[in-house]
């Protein structure tokens, strides 16, 4: 009888500590259900060196956007929610449109698109095409009304930034510059896009975003 409390009290014992680790986070505190979603992007989502995930959404204007249609360019996303006050601050301060032109500078023909994840928002996705042309950004937005896209890639901000290279692949993926406080002085998308022009390998490839959660 012993022998059997004791493989039932050891049983249970395992069961506990499992329940508790999948409770913390990487530093061992217990994680919030939004720190959870968060880890859960950030390892569920596209992987450097990989292929990026193909996928089609709808613009601001009601047309089918494909990342299949940038084929054989170099292609930036940008996860935006004009709710969102980082979001507004690198709009605001001018850093997304030297991102722009600066990718511009490198290729002439680079995609670089905004999209917006905001799916419990619905006053977000419904204002993504006045705030780009408010902020003077001539770029498509993308709408993905369900999240599903966001998910696929693991956008965790706005800002989150990704860049793919003319073959396809993720090459880089995280903050748009190294300062959330607005004097970045590198920008991260620019030297991602200026080292594959130069046939240079992109790094840093991954560095952590900053800024509002997106609202899946």
């Known amino acids: 009888m012993k022998t059997i409390l ?6 249970s014992l395992a069961a506990g500590l499992s329940t508790m680790t999948l409770a913390q986070d990487g530093a061992g505190k217990p994680a919030g259900r939004r720190a959870r979603g968060a880890e859960a992007s950030a390892t569920e989502g596209a992987k450097i060196g990989a292929a990026a995930p193909a996928f089609t959404l709808k613009t601001t204007d009601g047309k089918d956007w494909s990342l299949a249609d940038a084929k054989g360019k170099v292609v930036v996303l940008e996860w935006v929610n004009p709710e ?3 979001c507004h601050g690198v709009m605001k301060d001018g850093t997304v449109a ?5 990718c511009k500078e ?8 905004a999209i917006n994840s905001s799916a ?12 780009l042309k408010e902020n003077g950004i001539d770029i498509p937005g993308l709408i993905d009304s369900d999240g599903k896209v966001g998910k696929m890639f693991g956008a965790r901000t706005t ?20 300062s959330q406080s607005g ?4 920008n991260y998308v620019v030297q991602a896009v200026t080292q594959l022009k130069k ?10 975003p900053f800024g509002c959660g997106v609202k899946y």
């Not at 004791?6 to 049983?11: K, P, Q, T």
């Not at 046939?199 to 840093?204: D, L, Q, T």
């Open 6 to 11: 004791s493989i039932v009290l050891a049983a």
């Open 84 to 86: 969102c006050p980082v």
């Open 98 to 102: 030297a991102s722009i032109k600066g």
């Open 106 to 113: 490198q290729f002439a023909d680079v995609v670089y698109v």
């Open 120 to 131: 419990s928002k619905k006053s977000s996705l419904d204002a993504t095409g006045s705030y």
């Open 159 to 178: 800002p989150h930034c990704f860049v793919i290279d003319a073959k396809g692949v993720l090459v880089y993926r995280g903050a748009i510059n190294n």
């Open 183 to 186: 004097d970045g002085k590198t």
């Open 199 to 208: 046939g240079e390998a992109v790094s840093p490839s991954d560095t952590k």
